[in-house]
């Protein structure tokens, strides 16, 4: 089954202590991006990836990090993580960059 | 600067009537414009696209409208079914899709039995 998986699906922490929410897809696609869902502000892009170790700064880069060592994969990083920071994550990949997204399910962060 | 607008924060249509979704944007280099459906406690699905060469794109009880002279679209669904109550967000890409997509901030869309 074509999927886009993220671990944890929930996670309570606190301020500072490092995290890292990964992003996994069997799809075979080059594009891969991270999205967070604020009430009032819709999904707003984090960080995108177009192929192995090619990432690029979305709309709100600041606080995070990732990397994209194999074609499946596409952990975000939090290095030191604040309460602004809490929020809905989700993890996207497609094809190409203009085609259709498929978005994983869904990573609930709060930080304390 | 939002560049992707929809101005109705909710919206209830009775079932079986027609739901439209409006969208707007700023951006004239927006050439690719997609909706997406989103549940609770699950991640958007896709569910339409337009590209700007066209001005309708028609899926089943789903059909995209996009006059690119007012840089508006709407979704129109019918007829509405209870299925259909969900978040739809509006999204855009612009040539080649080197900065990916850019949403706006969804409706909620609620079907009145």
């Known amino acids: 089954e074509a999927q886009v998986t993220q671990n944890p699906r929930y996670l309570i922490t606190v301020t500072g202590k490092k995290l890292t929410v990964t992003c996994s897809q069997n799809?075979?696609?080059?594009?891969m991006s991270w999205y967070r869902q604020d009430p009032g502000l819709g999904l707003r892009q984090i960080y995108y990836s177009m192929n192995v170790e090619v990432t690029d700064k979305g709309d709100v880069p600041e606080g995070y990090k990732v990397s994209r060592k194999e074609k499946r994969n596409f952990p975000l990083i939090l290095e030191s993580p604040s309460p602004n920071q809490t929020s809905l994550y989700f993890c996207?990949?497609?094809?190409?960059?203009?085609?259709?997204?498929?978005f994983g399910p869904g990573t609930r962060l709060t930080v304390t | 600067d939002q560049q992707v607008k929809q101005n109705s924060p909710s919206l209830s249509v009775q079932e079986g009537r027609i739901s439209i979704l409006n969208c707007d944007y700023t951006n004239s280099m927006f050439d690719y414009f997609l909706w997406y459906k989103k549940y609770p406690a699950e991640g958007p699905t896709f569910l339409i696209s337009i590209s700007s060469i066209k001005d309708k794109n028609e899926d089943g009880r789903f059909t995209v409208f996009l006059n690119k002279s007012a840089k508006h679209l709407s979704l129109h669904i019918v007829p509405s079914q209870p299925g259909d109550s969900a978040v739809y967000f509006c999204a855009a890409s612009k040539g080649g899709g080197a900065d990916g997509l850019t949403f706006g901030k969804g409706t909620h869309l609620i079907i009145q039995p």
């Open positions: 799809m075979n696609h080059e594009y």
């Open positions: 996207a990949s497609s094809l190409n960059r203009v085609g259709e997204q498929y």
